[in-house]
């Protein structure tokens, strides 16, 4: 599967993006997504994750009660809705897929996309 990811950009503290994340090449519908980022001089972590059924969804405590994952089988699109948005969630936003996948933290994803950048501004 191929992931595009859109959506990023500049916003001031307190404000809202959301991430999209369109896949192609296979059907999405039997694919775990995960939203992971990357801040300039630090390792990748894991955002959120969103169970291929839809069923289940796994937040990382950083952005828990703030960003929102879900997912349209029928657009083969996944989103990262982030609400009050804080300078330490500048980064580069990434989604990955794994067929079959759980979504927790731990789950290894196989497919990644080419990242979008967020900067939140204070």
């Known amino acids: 599967v191929q992931l595009q990811a859109s959506g990023g950009g500049l916003v001031q503290a307190g404000g809202s993006l959301r991430l999209s994340c369109v896949a192609s090449?296979?059907?999405?519908?039997?694919?775990?997504m995960g939203w992971f980022r990357q801040a300039p001089g630090k390792e990748r972590e894991f955002v959120a994750a969103?169970?291929?059924?839809?069923?289940?969804?796994f937040y990382a405590e950083s952005v828990k009660g703030r960003f929102t994952i879900s997912r349209d089988n029928a657009k083969n699109t996944g989103y990262l809705q982030m609400n009050s948005l804080k300078p330490e969630d500048t980064a580069v936003y990434y989604c990955?897929?794994?067929?079959?996948?759980?979504?927790?933290?731990?789950?290894?994803?196989?497919?990644w996309g080419q990242g979008t950048q967020v900067t939140v501004s204070s």
């Open positions: 090449g296979r059907t999405f519908r039997s694919y775990t």
């Open positions: 990955a897929t794994v067929p079959w996948g759980r979504a927790t933290m731990n789950q290894k994803f196989s497919s």
């Open positions: 969103i169970r291929w059924s839809g069923s289940n969804t």
